[in-house]
């Protein structure tokens, strides 16, 4: 049997062929050592108001991710509970290091989510390191106060969400997109507060009209007109808070894509079902941690007798409050008011924000959306382009 020996300019081929495939390998095996970087951006859901570190959602997603690429993910957080989206053109002048310190419980609208990217820029040095943004935002910007207030409309609330979740979510996106060049980006929704399956007790129907402030000489909505006006503006929140944020997504990921860029910018929907709502019973919410009586007691004694919420970190939280609220010198009757109005919506900050089973929904929908995209070196199948 004749045996016909490769033509020898074959071999230079075949050992580059060797080189290439080990250099891969070797990459491969050099990217899944490096670890991932996840940047958490937005207001008190992408903190995880009320849930301690190891429920929140970006701590549920680092463990994740983890698990699915094999590879250390190390989270750095800039979101906190009140956050306002803000521009990249006016920056706060009052914020110090102090501000800057405040635990993320604390409600306050600075700094805004286009400073903690600044924030973020400054605590990484190098931007192309973030490899993951979760934001979120738009909801305090429309103020959450006017989502429980049933004087406003269905189109009252779609006007203020297309205000204040349509072209500053964009920018925002936009903005985060070209400061972290190698980040996939995923920006996170809301959900219906209020739905047909919320107790309608009388506590409920009671808190409803403390939240009503009708304009003056308007016909005022008795107690059945008043509750489905709560639910419908509610849906119309979530619906076009959604579509806006969505929307917003896909244009930003469309315009990258067109100038050549592999990063993807989505958004996650946490898919909470109308029997997730507030005060509904298989809630996905924080809610209060009272007997009917105290509850009732509480409401008609004006906040004198006090309200517990059932989140993780009240306690913590209650003494932030109190010492963040203390009594000033020569305090008037109106101020004394005003603190402890603050002081009030301070300890109970947690309510109607995701508690541990709602956290895992949106964790669940955000691990949807990276799972396809996780490639053999672990991370993105394609790397992004940091131009």
């Known amino acids: 049997m004749k045996v016909i020996a490769p033509p020898a300019k074959l071999y230079p081929l075949a050992a580059l062929a060797a080189l290439l495939l080990l250099s891969q390998i070797a990459f491969s095996q050099a990217a899944k050592d490096q670890p991932l970087n996840m940047l958490v951006l937005g207001d008190s859901i992408s903190w995880g108001q009320g849930l301690r570190d190891e429920h929140k959602v970006s701590y549920l997603v680092k463990n994740w991710l983890e698990q699915q690429t094999g590879r250390e993910v190390q989270q750095t957080m800039q979101a906190h509970s009140g956050a306002l989206i803000g521009s990249p053109s006016e920056r706060s002048t009052d914020i110090d290091d102090f501000a800057l310190m405040l635990d993320g419980e604390l409600s306050r609208a600075y700094p805004t989510i286009n400073e903690q990217v600044d924030y973020a820029v400054k605590a990484f040095g190098n931007p192309a390191r973030v490899d993951l943004v979760i934001v979120n935002g738009c909801i305090n910007d429309v103020d959450s106060r006017r989502l429980l207030n049933a004087a406003n409309t269905s189109e009252d609330i779609r006007r203020l969400a297309q205000a204040k979740c349509g072209l500053p979510v964009e920018a925002l996106l936009t903005r985060i997109a070209h400061t972290f060049p190698s980040a996939h980006v995923v920006i996170i929704g809301y959900y219906p507060i ?31 007109a008043l509750r489905v006006r709560l639910i419908e503006i509610s849906r119309e929140w979530y619906q076009t808070s959604g579509q806006l944020l969505s929307a917003a997504a896909q244009k930003v990921d469309g315009q990258l894509t067109a100038g050549g860029s592999h990063q993807r910018v989505l958004f996650a929907d946490p898919g909470f079902h109308i029997e997730n709502a507030f005060a509904a019973k298989e809630t996905r919410l924080w809610g209060f941690d009272a007997t ?10 004006l906040g004198r007798v006090q309200l517990r919420s059932n989140d993780e970190r009240r306690g913590f939280r209650s003494d932030l409050c109190k010492s963040f609220f203390r009594k000033q010198a020569n305090e008037t009757g109106e101020q004394k008011a005003t603190r402890e109005d603050r002081l009030m919506r301070c300890k109970l900050a947690a309510v109607a924000h995701p508690n541990r089973k709602g956290a895992v929904m949106y964790a669940d929908a955000i691990g949807k959306l990276l799972k396809p ?15």
């Open 373 to 387: 995209l996780i490639g053999d070196a672990g991370w993105l199948k394609t790397a992004p382009s940091s131009k």
């Open 194 to 224: 209020l739905t047909e399956k919320t107790a309608n007790d009388l506590f409920m129907r009671t808190l409803a009209k403390r939240f009503y402030t009708p304009a003056p000489n308007a016909p005022r909505l008795n107690d059945k």
């Open 292 to 301: 009917w009586v105290r509850k009732m007691l509480a409401i008609f004694t």
